[in-house]
């Protein structure tokens, strides 16, 4: 797994702290749905990521 995907996936999971947080901040509800949406999946990416180190080493 390279080094680049792991900074991509952990770039969605902070673009996604923020947008949760201007959604909170807005009171805008859809747009902090997405922000937690884009957490999860960032969170999955990084599992795997995790899985495929473990099957590497």
Request: zero cysteines; a negative charge; proline letters at 0%.
């Amino acid at each position: 797994m390279g080094i680049g995907d792991k900074a991509k996936h952990t770039a969605e999971d902070i673009a996604g702290h923020f947008k949760e947080g201007a959604g909170k901040a807005t009171d805008n509800e859809k747009l902090e749905a997405e922000g937690k949406a884009e957490q999860a999946k960032a969170d999955l990416k990084k599992a795997g990521d995790k899985a495929k180190d473990a099957f590497e080493h």
